[in-house]
């Protein structure tokens, strides 16, 4: 049956070439359309699924309290200097401005918007001399509106202090309001200094205690599903900052939150693009034109590749998924993997030239030949990928989704158009032989065999040896998703959050949600206390910044209301009193309403904690302890315990468990695969060998060099075994196939390597050149991608052409293998 049909195949895609080579050009056309619908997207949800608990008590954060994402902006003085000069003042005067009153563009999904409705008060619509300004109309779907990409901003400008007049609180402006009313004159910047000693509550927060560093601190709009806006914010931010040329003044300025990090990630990754998917292709032509030195053996299997990347990009913008840090890695990866089976093809085609076939019956005969393990190969490597999508996070399941199918996709090009544009080449037989069997590779694997069969107990032997220490070392490795951490220590986003966790103990929140039970509930007395002792406990935990909350303005207000007596510096002892302290603090005509930090019925209530950056097996522990005490030493209130750290806790175990999952499932379906199509469970457990022994041979270099698990290496262990597969499926279909023949394990062996080696270590440099660009990548995970990938591919096929035979050599004579 199969063999029917491979033939009917063959003769088919052969005989009607041209409408092959028609129907490929039309295809090709049609699945290009669906690419202008390609954005890329790095929010913090896109990496949940729907409904997950961790971004439903997260959204709750957002709906509740607004936008709890900041763009945080450090501004250390000269040298010499505190933050109570002119320039200083001017620049934070600017910057402030700049922030609170300028329209970002990003490209916003109407539908979006509407979706988001508790943001949509933050968007306008774009007029027609807007849409000019910025390059024109954007696609209906996807139009470019001004964003509100900002909704507050503290700084020291926009800083108000609440002093008492009589029974009235007065909420007075550190500085002028208006830039114009401000002078800069040395009495005014220091009565300005003064005052701002006695605001403690903002010490190492808005400005740093030895007021040498202040922060200016924009609270971002939150959009869900984009980062568009955020990537402008970022951009146009800086942009302003240099053509203002506050850093030729002497100030130095730092960068962190949310935003900052979702346009690094923006900027790395098309950076990585630009410069691995040119060096990649430019890796391929020298590898073909070194392998085949002719037209038609470097320009068919480019067609491949470009084929199935643009069919598997395709299908991204098809299905309305978003570009993001990990499927930006796909056309290398596409590219490396795709050119396999063009390559068998080839070198099978110059063989049966050599033999005398004409290019057609050459063309036919390679795939009649080949059609079952490429299929094969290509199927163990989907299943490497297809295993991904066992993950919990969105991006790794359309990773493991689209590259699958793009395996398929190189797979049906190979065995169709490549067969159909094969058949039109004019090789002579003499350069098709030198091509097939001559070559340094060609006469160094119809060698190996002898070497094999004279060393296999002490080939087996290290390997077992290997294994052992691999085992050993790859027990220590622990698991990372924190996201600053993809990012190598001399990045500048690495850095400038180095300068935030010294200077402020951190540049990023965790975030508490209590709920009092009950409207007005927060101003319960007793509730208060026992939140504030919540709050002064949480900042003795070890990396913890300052609290915030509403309970230290009420404590401030009562302060006021005492003639501004430290003594009086705590909580309202009634409920009245707190709720006039509120009612009058209104009445001031502030510009901080304390929505972000309360609900308008005064039922729940913020903390937000300021933390160090820390891995996030350290961050779960830490979160994990408060949880802990919450639960026993504060059970009497409601506590959910949220914020970007509690995701990226979640996102941790999700990674540990998904490469366990991922990993037994592509193991027992290659092994089932192996068994099927080999039809033994001997020679299914034999083949497994080969692939197994690298991957666990990484895990120990992992686990050796003291590096943690991230989500690249989640993919790693599925997909490279998947690929690793592939040079066992060939030499086990050769030697099964000459062994049916009658001959001897070492002529059966010697067979299958010499007449599968050469293609196989061809496939196996393109692969391992091609993981290996990614280590030039920006991104910490893909580096590791790119460096682990590679080394397993290369020990793969090594394992291949010395473990599998060493092993098959050791069995006994009666062994039917």
């Not at 410069?275 to 034109?289: A, E």
Request: with cysteine.
């Amino acid at each position: 049956m199969v063999t029917r049909f491979v033939n009917w195949w063959a003769e088919w895609v052969v005989e009607r070439r041209m409408l092959v080579i028609a129907v490929s050009l039309v295809l090709t056309v049609l699945v290009v359309l669906p690419m202008k619908n390609l954005y890329f997207d790095n929010s913090n949800e896109m990496w949940f699924l729907e409904g997950d608990p961790a971004l439903t008590n997260y959204d709750q954060l957002q709906s509740h309290f607004g936008d709890s994402e900041y763009f945080l902006i450090g501004i250390e003085a000269r040298p010499g200097e505190t933050v109570f000069t002119k320039d200083y003042i001017e620049a934070v005067y600017q910057i402030t401005d700049f922030l609170e009153n300028h329209d970002f563009l990003a490209n916003l999904d109407f539908d979006e918007r509407t979706r988001a409705n508790n943001q949509a008060k933050f968007v306008q619509s774009a007029d027609a001399d807007l849409g000019a300004q910025f390059g024109g109309e954007e696609p209906a779907k996807k139009r470019s509106h001004p964003v509100r990409a900002v909704t507050k901003v503290q700084s020291l400008t926009t800083y108000q202090m609440t002093k008492s007049n009589g029974d009235n609180l007065d909420v007075v402006d550190l500085f002028p309001e208006d830039p114009s009313d401000f002078t800069g004159s040395p009495e005014e910047l220091k009565k300005a200094e003064e005052l701002m000693k006695g605001e403690t509550l903002v010490h190492d927060q808005l400005i740093s205690s030895d007021f040498r560093h202040a922060m200016i601190s924009a609270r971002a709009t939150y959009l869900k599903g984009t980062i568009d806006h955020h990537v402008q914010l970022v951009r146009q931010t800086k942009a302003f900052i240099e053509e203002k040329g506050f850093e030729k003044q002497g100030f130095k300025f730092h960068f962190t939150g949310n935003p900052d990090i979702s346009e690094n990630f923006f900027s790395s990754s098309m950076a990585d693009q630009g410069l691995t998917l040119p060096l990649m292709f430019l890796l391929i032509v020298v590898v073909l034109i070194s392998s085949f030195r002719t037209v038609a053996g470097l320009t068919m299997p480019l067609l491949v590749i470009v084929g199935s990347v643009i069919t598997t990009m395709g299908m991204i913008g098809a299905m309305g998924w978003a570009m993001n840090m990990l499927n930006v890695t796909l056309p290398i990866i596409l590219m490396a993997v795709g050119i396999g089976d063009s390559v068998h093809i080839l070198i099978e085609f110059y063989h049966n030239r050599a033999r005398g076939l004409d290019s057609k019956e050459a063309s036919k005969e390679a795939v009649k030949h080949l059609f079952v393990p490429c299929f094969n190969t290509s199927l163990t490597t989907g299943l490497g990928f297809l295993s991904i999508a066992v993950s919990k996070l969105q991006p790794l399941r359309e990773f493991g989704i689209v590259a699958a199918f793009g395996v398929l996709v190189a797979f049906v090009i190979s065995v169709g158009l490549l067969p159909a544009m094969m058949s039109f080449t004019k090789s002579k037989e003499t350069k098709a032989q030198q091509l097939a069997e001559g070559g340094l590779v060609a006469r160094w694997t119809s060698g190996i065999t002898d070497f094999d069969f004279k060393h296999s107990k002490l080939i087996a032997l290290s390997g077992l040896v290997i294994v052992l220490l691999s085992l050993y070392f790859a027990s220590s490795v622990r698991v990372n998703a924190n996201f600053i951490d993809y990012f190598k220590k001399d990045a500048p986003m690495r850095t400038d959050l180095d300068y935030f966790n010294e200077t402020y103990k951190g540049g990023f929140y965790l975030e508490f949600i209590v709920d009092s039970g009950k409207e007005q509930g927060l101003l319960d007395p007793q509730f208060m206390k026992r939140v504030l002792e919540l709050q002064n406990w949480l900042e003795t935990t070890e990396g913890a910044g300052k609290t915030n909350s509403f309970l230290n303005m009420l404590m401030k207000f009562n302060q006021a209301m005492h003639g501004d007596d430290p003594a009086w510096n705590i909580l309202p002892d009634s409920q009245e009193l707190a709720a006039q302290y509120l009612l009058l603090y209104s009445n001031g005509d502030p510009t901080e309403d304390l929505t972000d930090q309360k609900t308008f019925d005064e039922r729940e209530m913020r903390i937000s904690l300021r933390l160090v950056n820390r891995p996030t097996n350290e961050m779960k522990a830490y979160v994990s302890h408060i949880q802990e005490v919450v639960n026993t030493d504060f059970k009497d209130l409601n506590v959910t315990i949220t914020g970007l750290p509690v995701l990226y806790n979640n996102m941790d175990s999700y990674i540990l468990n998904g490469i366990v999952r991922s990993f037994l499932l592509a193991l027992i379906s290659i092994l089932i695969c192996f068994v099927v199509l080999l039809r033994s469970l001997k020679y299914g457990l034999l083949a497994i060998i080969p692939s197994l022994f690298p991957i666990v041979l990484a895990g120990g270099i992992m686990g050796l060099m003291g590096l943690y698990l991230n989500f690249a290496s989640m993919i790693i262990a599925s997909v490279t075994f998947g690929i690793a597969v592939d040079d066992t499926i060939h030499i086990m279909s050769r030697y099964i196939k000459v062994r049916a023949t009658g001959a001897t394990r070492k002529q059966a062996v010697h067979a299958a390597v010499t007449e599968t080696g050469k293609a196989i270590t061809f496939t196996t440099l393109i692969l391992f050149f091609g993981f290996s660009i990614l280590m030039l990548s920006t991104f910490i995970p893909n580096v590791h991608l790119g460096f682990f990938a590679a080394v397993i591919l290369m020990v793969a096929l090594i394992a291949s052409l010395t473990l599998l035979p060493a092993v098959i050599f050791l069995q006994k004579d009666k062994a039917e293998l």
